[in-house]
């Protein structure tokens, strides 16, 4: 028996998943030279970066590595190339995080919020960054190994957008203002201005574009846009629906009965006895009394005053206020890593889910019984034309199901990350406030001051919040 078949016998060779890396492990405690090192791992294939130093160390003394795993050949791991992405041409402002100027006595400034993102028709909007090129690796075989390529970036055009016939760029349709809706889709929307009041003058507004009131939207009163809101006046419990964003200069009053929605942000001084819903952030400079907020991303309440009192404020990432609750004890709830909207798709991606397995099912019974028909020569022309259609319908089923599954899983991958959610108090928080972060619960029996809340190990942590 040779020396090389007592190594296979006794070296056990174990590679990474693309082979870019090998590693030996001593089975059985086996004295061999550095030669014969060499030859074994030439008969296994492994040629390219083979690790001379660790070959050399183990020969010299096998049995101290006995049992180990030793690195012994590493190649070139590939390189991933770069996604390409959407480049914006025109000077606009999407991110959500400017904040209204507050002067000294309290007061805010909407001027800058307020300001337009006007375009030209025929005006170029983006154009399309290509991905860049990823690097090949080469496995300790001498193999190539393949480099995953960047993924393409795409358009989302809405209402009024235009993409070129090369499918590298982006252009306005129409003269309008760029506003994006719920899932970054961009339109060019044109502007419809109320110099007024919402009420029995104006009756109520369901507009295509953007909406400016420059008065007050007065209780029992809807206005509806498939842009942004802007309400130069309060809003009194009134319904006002947003696929882009909402802001309300005066303040907006529920009295229990209106609904303001945004598909993206929600701006106000204040929110009282009101019910208010945005697809990512709501920015109020002074107070949130008694009523409930949902917000998909974060609930910002840090102005000069920064008060949340009663109610329940939800936030899928994170809740910022100056002071929480009071020294009553007003029950004030504070839940973060919610995301409302993901738990509704959620909930109806799974009904959906339930009835195409359903129908699947209900298809395979009848294309089963075709089959038998078909077998014993007894399907008619009709029953042939039934069985194809149904063969058509499965596929399209079976597509249905998969396409569903993949959207189920990725929501339920965004619920169970709690690691951007927290609750921070720049000032005080008092007791009888209720923390909720993902499935735990904290209640607030002591005041406490400058603090995060954040989930960690299996319970809500308290820390001195930074910064403060």
Same mark, same amino acid.
């Given at each position: 028996?040779t020396?090389?078949?007592?190594?296979?016998?006794?070296v056990k !060779?174990?590679y990474s998943?693309d082979?870019?890396?090998?590693w030996?492990?001593l089975?059985?405690?086996?004295e061999?030279?550095?030669q014969?090192?060499?030859t074994?791992l030439?008969?296994q294939?492994?040629?390219?970066g083979?690790q001379v130093?660790?070959i050399?160390?183990?020969?010299?003394n096998p049995l101290?590595?006995?049992g180990?795993?030793i690195?012994?050949a590493?190649?070139?791991?590939?390189?991933?190339g770069?996604n390409g $992405?959407?480049q914006?041409?025109?000077?606009?402002d999407?991110?959500?995080?400017?904040?209204p100027?507050e002067?000294?006595?309290g007061?805010?400034?909407?001027k800058?919020? &307020?300001?337009?993102?006007?375009?030209?028709?025929?005006?170029?909007i &983006?154009?399309?960054l290509?991905?860049?090129p990823?690097?090949?690796?080469?496995s300790?075989?001498?193999?190539i190994?393949?480099?995953?390529?960047?993924?393409? $970036?795409?358009f989302?055009?809405g #209402?009024?957008v235009?993409?070129?016939?090369e499918?590298n760029a982006?252009y306005? *349709?129409?003269? @309008?203002?760029?506003?994006?809706t719920?899932?970054?889709?961009?339109?060019?929307f044109?502007? =419809?201005e109320?110099? @007024?009041?919402?009420? =029995?003058t104006?009756?109520?507004?369901?507009f295509?574009?953007? !909406?400016?009131?420059?008065?007050?939207?007065?209780s029992?009163?809807?206005?509806?846009? *498939?842009g942004d809101?802007?309400v130069?006046g309060?809003v009194?419990?009134a319904e006002?629906?947003?696929?882009g964003?909402?802001?309300?200069?005066?303040?907006?009053i529920? =009295?229990?009965?209106?609904?303001?929605?945004a598909?993206?942000?929600?701006?106000?001084s204040?929110?009282?006895d009101a019910?208010?819903?945005a @697809?990512?952030?709501i920015y109020?400079?002074?107070?949130?009394m008694h009523?409930?907020?949902?917000?998909g991303?974060?609930?910002?309440c *840090? @102005?000069?005053?920064?008060l949340i009192?009663?109610?329940?404020i939800? &936030?899928?990432?994170?809740?910022? $206020?100056?002071?929480i609750?009071n020294? /009553?004890?007003t029950?004030?709830?504070i839940e973060v890593g919610v995301?409302?909207?993901?738990?509704?798709?959620?909930?109806?991606l799974?009904?959906?889910? #339930?009835?195409?397995?359903?129908?699947?099912?209900?298809?395979d019974? *009848?294309?089963?019984?075709l089959?038998? /028909?078909a +077998? $014993?020569?007894?399907l008619?022309?009709d029953?042939m034309?039934?069985r194809? #259609?149904l063969? !058509?319908?499965r596929?399209?089923? !079976?597509?249905?199901? +998969?396409?569903t599954?993949?959207?189920i899983l990725?929501i339920e991958?965004?619920?169970?990350?709690?690691? #951007?959610?927290s609750?921070d108090?720049?000032?005080?928080?008092?007791?009888g406030?209720k923390i909720?972060?993902?499935r735990?619960?904290?209640f607030i029996?002591?005041?406490a001051?400058q603090?995060?809340?954040?989930?960690?190990?299996g319970d809500i942590?308290?820390?001195p919040?930074?910064?403060?």
């Open positions: 028996m020396q090389k078949l007592e190594l296979k016998q006794h !060779v174990l998943a082979q870019s890396k090998a030996i492990e089975t059985s405690e086996l061999f030279t550095e014969e090192l060499n074994f030439l008969t294939g492994i040629t390219y083979v130093d660790t050399r160390t183990v020969a010299s101290d590595f006995y180990q795993k690195l012994i590493e190649g070139d791991a590939p390189e991933p770069t $992405a959407i914006f041409l025109t000077n606009l999407f991110s959500g995080e400017r904040r100027l002067t000294g006595d007061r805010v400034d909407y800058e919020i &307020a300001r337009l993102n006007n375009v030209n028709k025929g005006q170029i &983006a154009k399309k290509e991905p860049g990823g690097k090949l690796g080469k300790v075989k001498g193999d190994i393949p480099f995953t390529p960047g993924k393409e $970036a795409r989302k055009a #209402k009024n235009v993409i070129s016939a499918g982006m306005a *349709a129409i003269d @309008g203002l760029i506003t994006p719920e899932n970054n889709r961009m339109n060019v044109p502007l =419809y109320v110099n @007024g009041d919402v009420d =029995y104006t009756g109520n507004i369901d295509v574009g953007t !909406v400016v009131i420059r008065g007050n939207v007065l029992g009163f809807k206005v509806k846009a *498939a809101i802007r130069i309060g009194e419990g006002i629906l947003a696929e964003s909402i802001e309300v200069t005066g303040g907006i529920g =009295y229990n009965k209106g609904f303001v929605q598909g993206v942000d929600v701006r106000s204040f929110i009282q019910n208010v819903e @697809g990512q952030n109020v400079s002074q107070s949130i009523s409930s907020i949902r917000a991303k974060q609930c910002i *840090a @102005g000069t005053k920064g009192v009663g109610g329940l939800q &936030a899928g990432e994170r809740v910022t $206020a100056r002071t609750g020294p /009553m004890s029950v004030t709830t995301m409302p909207k993901f738990r509704n798709d959620l909930t109806n799974r009904k959906k889910q #339930k009835e195409l397995n359903e129908n699947l099912d209900k298809t019974k *009848a294309l089963h019984i089959d038998q /028909m +077998a $014993a020569g007894q008619s022309n029953k034309s039934m194809m #259609k063969q !058509v319908t596929e399209t089923t !079976v597509r249905e199901i +998969a396409d599954k993949e959207q990725g991958k965004i619920l169970e990350d709690t690691s #951007k959610a609750v108090v720049t000032k005080i928080i008092h007791g406030s909720v972060i993902g735990y619960t904290k029996k002591d005041t001051k603090i995060s809340f954040y989930y960690h190990n942590s308290m820390v919040l930074k910064n403060s």
